[in-house]
């Protein structure tokens, strides 16, 4: 049986967690009129939190594919304690087959993503579906899923459960 706990509310404050919970991580983005704001740029992001009572271990994302053709690989999280919170950024892009590596932030690189789709006549991607995976103290891994979504131009980001969160994946 897979055990989930629902936390749509990822941008709102965390619910009260059962103590059967362990380590839960949250997700929370900062992303509002980025594209007329360059004081929204400098403040924007997406953060991870350890909403758990106990510390979340060998914290990883799954890699990221933009557009089909630039993979975005996070650095290692190591381990959060509980209250932690973690900046995605930066992330670093490659582009198929390994070349033009660079490093960004997540909103920059959706950003230019969303521009480069529409000067090249394509509906624009709205939705991007990250995963992460970590275990609490007895080894019992967890994952989180969750999308960074497009709310509306110009370029406000939300973050949004992807599925039940956060599912037992192996004990």
Not at 66 to 75: E, H, L, Q, Y
Not at 152 to 165: E, I, K, Q
Request: proline share 6%; glycine share 6%.
């Amino acid at each position: 049986m897979i055990e989930t706990l629902d936390l749509s509310g990822a941008t709102a404050p965390p619910p009260r967690l059962p103590r059967a919970v362990a380590p839960v991580i949250s997700v929370r983005c900062r992303a509002s009129n980025v594209w007329i704001s360059s004081e929204a740029r400098a403040k924007a992001g997406v953060w991870l939190k350890n909403v758990g009572v106990e510390e979340a271990r060998h914290v990883t994302i799954t890699d990221l594919m933009i557009d089909g053709a630039v993979r975005c690989r996070f650095r290692a999280l190591g381990h959060l304690e509980p209250g932690a919170t973690v900046s995605l950024d930066p992330v670093t892009c490659s582009t198929a087959g390994g070349g033009d590596v660079e490093q960004t932030t997540l909103t920059a690189l959706v950003s230019r993503t969303i521009v480069r789709q529409v000067l090249a006549g394509r509906q624009p991607q709205r939705r991007w579906v990250l995963q992460v995976t970590y275990e609490n103290v007895h080894r019992r891994r967890y994952a989180t899923r969750f999308a960074i979504e497009v709310v509306r131009f110009p370029l406000t980001l939300r973050v949004a459960p992807a599925r039940s969160l956060p599912e037992v994946i192996a004990s």
